[in-house]
């Protein structure tokens, strides 16, 4: 069966910080992945998605992640945060079908001023 | 509309009513799917449509759960004898012919079932 993992679920870091949020997948055969990020009062909203070429994928607002087969991982990172990325994340993916999204628990971040 | 629009955004229902939830996908969009998220998780598949097919509803919990879609446009969720374990947000989602499952989201309809 299809499922995706976040490990980190609070993650508190200061501004200018690097950060890395975790994302495991196992999937059989083809599978797209997704990072959204859900700010809060606010919608889910679409950071980057992978669906195959170039293994590091860059999304809005300076994020990027990572597409390791051999680990079955897709990790998130972002060089410097700031204030307003605190919101909660989410990795999500599906397979060749297209047609649902398994999502991960979720990971808070809290960047503090 | 812009974007995937949900109401009512908040719903409070006595345990064995039953409540309708709307979502109007973004014009044009032929993926429309619902997912249910409870506190403190992620979001879980309930179902979805192309068009006004549905073409997978494996993820509803129990048969008190319906959905449809019958113009291919607007969408309804319809929860019937609701019990304590519905309350969750219900999302919807909608995305373009092509584009899988990579789809924008609603704000979701909180529903607590008192």
């Known amino acids: 069966a299809q499922s995706v993992s976040q490990h980190n679920h609070h993650v508190i870091l200061s501004e200018a910080a690097s950060l890395e949020l975790g994302c495991n997948y196992s999937y059989g055969g083809t599978v797209n992945l997704f990072w959204y990020v859900q700010y809060p009062g606010q919608h889910l909203q679409l950071l980057l998605k992978y669906f195959s070429g170039d293994p590091l994928v860059k999304g809005i607002k300076g994020f990027e992640a990572e597409f390791i087969k051999s680990k079955f991982s897709f990790n998130l990172r972002k060089p410097s945060v700031q204030w307003s990325d605190t919101a909660e994340y989410f990795c999500?993916?599906?397979?060749?079908?297209?047609?649902?999204?398994?999502f991960g628990g979720g990971t808070r971040l809290m960047v503090k001023p | 509309g812009a974007g995937v629009s949900q109401s009512p955004r908040y719903k409070v229902a006595k345990r064995g009513q039953d409540v309708a939830l709307r979502c109007d996908p973004i014009?044009?969009?032929?993926?429309l799917f619902w997912y249910q998220q409870a506190l403190g998780q992620g979001p879980e598949f309930l179902t979805y449509f192309q068009n006004e097919a549905q073409l997978d509803k494996s993820g509803l919990p129990s048969d008190r759960f319906f959905a449809e879609r019958p113009e291919g446009s607007v969408s309804t969720l319809k929860i019937q004898r609701t019990q304590q374990e519905d309350s969750a947000v219900y999302l919807c989602?909608?995305?373009?012919?092509?584009?899988?499952?990579?789809?924008?989201f609603g704000q979701g309809t909180r529903l607590t079932v008192v």
């Open positions: 989602a909608s995305s373009p012919r092509g584009q899988g499952s990579g789809a924008f």
């Open positions: 999500a993916g599906d397979g060749e079908a297209g047609n649902m999204l398994t």
């Open positions: 014009s044009g969009h032929v993926s």
